[in-house]
Nanobody, 119 residues
């Protein structure tokens, strides 16, 4: 599976962005997909995940109520809608895929897309 993230950019605090992650490969619909982010000088952290059918979603406490993860298996794409953005959301955002919801690690990673939130 190859993953291509896009949609990052510069936005003012309180604004919105939607990130997309396009996947290649026939098995996309079977993967659990996740978004992670890494801010300058910090470790990569989990942001959100969605299971193969979209029936289960998971969020970091820091983004609950502001971010929404979704997927369109027909388009092999997963999205991250980010609303009410804060300067602390500034980071490089990565999408990732793992074989199952219960797998402990993600097996495939895309390149990052940079999000900058100005105050």
């Amino acid at each position: 599976v190859q993953l291509q993230a896009s949609g990052g950019g510069l936005v003012q605090a309180g604004g919105s962005l939607r990130l997309s992650c396009a996947a290649s490969g026939r098995a996309f619909s079977g993967y659990t997909m996740g978004w992670f982010r890494q801010a300058p000088g910090k470790e990569r952290e989990f942001v959100a995940a969605i299971n193969w059918g979209g029936g289960s979603t998971y969020y970091a406490d820091s983004v609950k109520g502001r971010f929404t993860i979704s997927r369109d298996n027909a388009k092999n794409t997963v999205y991250l809608q980010m609303n009410s953005l804060k300067p602390e959301d500034t980071a490089v955002y990565y999408c990732a895929a793992k074989y199952s919801e219960d797998a402990r690690k993600y097996h495939y990673w895309g390149q990052g897309t940079e999000v900058t939130v100005s105050s």
